[in-house]
């Protein structure tokens, strides 16, 4: 956040790191918190936190949990949180459109069902559920995109930009989406990418990040840079998320082996 903080979203509550030590915010933090699996975590430009989880979506400002409700109801479990255009976009059971201090919520016509990822480009929304993508526009006018060339009982994952280009990680590999909708492996110096898509993260110095079947990749465009498929020498990793500090340093999320730097 702008005070320097990181913030970790995990299956035991919510992390707060200060470069020395977490503070964890659980169930005795908040009853918000009984319900420990979290899956997103996103600060606004005002620095407000906005956290998802199998349950609901919560802000915390000054110290202060409550939870964003449509209509006094919840908007039940969220897996992906994007900002667009002024607004907090939340993805779970439908596209929900949140004013940037939580208090307004409009759930977006046209986009039921259950979204799994969100990304932006200069002008778009792109929306991904499991078998197919949409976007919104500048309007927020919602248009779905067929996902030709997803192969048979595939899944879409994860969204990411990279290079003015959309990536769709699916559980059968790397894709490049064309305006159209339609899907191109994603080639690289060693060949397509076939593992589940895990993980898909763009760093400020154009490298491109995948977490794949126990291994992580680093892309320079379609060149391969590194390959990690053990950590100490010994096991696999699981990594399903990435961050980018403001000193540069990456920091990513793993199932098997916690926070890594």
């Known amino acids: 956040d702008n005070t320097g903080f990181i913030w970790v979203a995990t299956e035991g509550g919510l992390a707060r790191f200060d470069g020395n ?14 319900d420990p699996i979290l899956r997103k975590v996103f ?3 005002d620095d407000r936190l906005f956290v998802g989880t ?11 949990i409550e939870e964003v409700l449509l209509d006094g109801k919840s908007l039940g479990a969220i897996n992906d949180i994007i900002w667009f255009n002024g ?4 993805a ?21 069902g259950h979204i799994r990822t969100l990304a932006t480009d200069q002008h778009r929304l792109w929306i991904g559920s499991s078998t197919g993508l949409s976007y919104l526009d500048g309007q927020h006018i919602s248009q779905s995109v067929p996902a030709s060339g997803l192969p048979s009982g595939a899944h ?32 690289t110096t060693s060949g397509v990418i076939n593992d589940p898509i895990e993980m898909l993260f763009a760093d400020s110095k154009g490298n ?41 340093n990456l920091w990513f999320g793993s199932r098997t082996h916690g926070l890594q730097r």
Request: no cysteine.
């Open 87 to 90: 607004y907090l976009y939340a």
């Open 156 to 187: 879409i994952i994860h969204l990411a930009q990279y290079r003015e280009q959309l990536l769709v990680g699916t559980s059968e590999g790397l894709f490049i989406a064309s305006d159209s909708g339609k899907l191109r492996a994603y080639e």
């Open 21 to 34: 030590r977490f503070r964890i915010f659980d169930g005795r933090t908040s009853p918000l918190f009984s």
């Open 54 to 64: 199998s349950n609901h979506l919560l802000k915390i400002k000054d110290g202060q």
């Open 208 to 248: 491109l990040w995948i977490g794949g079947k126990q291994r992580l990749l680093q892309l320079t465009g379609h060149t391969l840079v590194e390959e990690v498929n053990e950590i100490k020498g010994r096991t696999s990793p699981w990594f399903v998320s990435a961050f980018e500090d403001r000193a540069g």
């Open 43 to 45: 600060v606004t430009p």
């Open 92 to 112: 779970g059971e439908g596209l929900f459109r949140v004013s940037a201090n939580g208090d307004h919520v409009n759930r977006i016509a046209g986009e039921a």
